[in-house]
């Protein structure tokens, strides 16, 4: 509690008033707020763990979307907060970087260890939609559930939140994390309960449109472009209902994603994107927002962004720290790993040990931070205010 306080406070002292981002703007923001603040002044451990009624181990089915650095992440920091807890023992520390972890080399890690008396992962039970197919997920996971061989699907992402709803289900308890609009997904029926008896998801909406709002005051754009694959992913709503109450433009592009991981398909789809890229940069904006999971390897991104550059267009990132490491110039993030960890953790706790998913609150906002590039910022002649510099989490000046 104490920690999470002052990052909070040294974050309000350290931003000008007009940040919008770090003063709470709506009663959502501020329920949120409230919400992760009793949560760390409740918190202790008040849900050990527990073996199944039967005194066997709880089997988590784990559903991701492909090799993605930020969903990763999550992963990583949940791990770790479940070995803190105790639900996971682990001699020693994850040999993972939080910054570059593949999700299901993680969850293999996992499945060839004794954890101990409470939770076990297997590799048949761990799915990447766009690598192993939809229809072959489908059919395996069902297959599982049927068995009673599943005791909690764990989903990492819009998709597979979307996906674990198509599977003939009404016992197995879901829970949804790192999704930006669940109830626009229609995952959930509401943002503070999901309206579903066997369904949790991790709500922190309202923070995009102050994301937004962010980066407008910060660096005036007319017109903004973003790519997308799905609104709710991206986004969208919120980013148009900031673009309305502020009267700039977003040029938007819907593309297909990657839905199949061969050299070929993957090729095809950077050289699309390149395209929309030079095709977004004809439509006259002056400012592109990198949506989440369009550029999805990391190695890519300095080459990709490139075109922005050239035409003096500055790159905006709505996830995904590495982004502006790679050469975006700023991120102030919409989610934190490590600090929704402990709360992810718990609700984990409190579906394994009982409760009832719908019935948990999902609403929990983290203090975001700032990274900026440096480099870029010279590069787009764009002086960096002494604010900002003080407020920055981190500085990359490469």
């Known amino acids: 509690m104490k920690k999470w306080t002052v990052v909070f406070l040294c974050l309000l002292?350290?931003?000008?008033?007009?940040?919008?981002?770090?003063?709470?703007?709506?009663?959502?923001?501020?329920?949120?707020?409230?919400?992760?603040?009793?949560?760390?002044?409740a918190r202790e451990n008040t849900n050990p763990p527990a073996a199944r009624s039967d005194g066997g181990k709880h089997r988590i089915a784990y559903v991701d979307i492909d090799p993605y650095p930020?969903?990763?992440?999550?992963?990583?920091y949940l791990i770790r907060e479940l070995?803190?807890?105790?639900?996971?023992r682990l001699d020693g520390e994850l040999p993972f970087d939080p910054d570059n972890t593949d999700a299901r080399e993680l969850i293999g890690y996992?499945?060839?260890?004794?954890l101990g008396d409470y939770v076990e992962?297997?590799?048949?039970?761990c799915y990447y939609l766009a690598v192993d197919g939809e229809e072959a997920s489908r059919e395996s996971l069902q297959g599982l559930l049927d068995g009673g061989e599943v005791d909690l699907i764990f989903c990492n992402g819009t998709w597979p939140g979307t996906f674990a709803m198509t599977l003939e289900n009404e016992d197995v308890p879901v829970m949804v994390y790192f999704c930006v609009d669940p109830v626009g997904a229609g995952i959930s029926l509401s943002d503070q309960y999901s309206g579903r008896k066997n369904v949790w998801c991790h709500v922190n909406y309202s923070v995009y449109s102050n994301q937004i709002q962010f980066y407008y005051?910060?660096?005036?754009?007319?017109?903004?472009?973003?790519?997308?694959?799905?609104?709710?992913?991206?986004?969208?709503?919120?980013?148009?209902q900031a673009a309305r109450?502020?009267?700039?433009?977003?040029?938007?592009?819907?593309?297909?994603?990657?839905?199949?991981?061969?050299p070929e398909s993957t090729q095809r789809y950077y050289e699309m994107l390149a395209q929309v890229f030079e095709e977004l940069c004809g439509d006259g904006i002056d400012g592109f927002m990198l949506n989440t999971d369009i550029i999805k390897d990391e190695s890519r991104i300095r080459g990709m962004l490139e075109v922005f550059y050239e035409r003096g267009i500055p790159v905006f990132v709505q996830n995904g720290e590495y982004y502006v490491e790679?050469?975006?110039l700023m991120v102030v993030t919409a989610s934190d790993a490590r600090e929704q960890a402990p709360f992810v953790a718990d609700v984990f706790a409190r579906i394994l040990n009982g409760e009832k998913p719908g019935q948990i609150n999902q609403i929990f906002i983290t203090p975001p931070y700032l990274s900026i590039n440096l480099a870029v910022a010279d590069r787009l002649h764009y002086k960096v205010g002494e604010e900002l510099i003080l407020s920055a989490e981190k500085l990359y000046t490469k």
């Open 217 to 240: 005051d910060n660096y005036p754009f007319t017109n903004i472009g973003m790519i997308y694959y799905d609104e709710n992913v991206a986004a969208m709503r919120a980013y148009r």
């Open 326 to 328: 790679n050469g975006a």
């Open 110 to 114: 996992l499945a060839d260890r004794d």
């Open 13 to 41: 002292m350290l931003f000008p008033a007009g940040v919008y981002l770090f003063a709470a703007r709506t009663s959502g923001d501020e329920e949120g707020m409230r919400g992760a603040e009793e949560f760390f002044k």
């Open 121 to 125: 992962f297997s590799r048949e039970a």
């Open 245 to 262: 109450e502020n009267g700039f433009v977003i040029t938007e592009k819907k593309i297909e994603t990657l839905t199949d991981a061969s």
């Open 83 to 88: 070995m803190s807890t105790g639900w996971i």
């Open 70 to 76: 930020a969903s990763g992440e999550m992963l990583y």
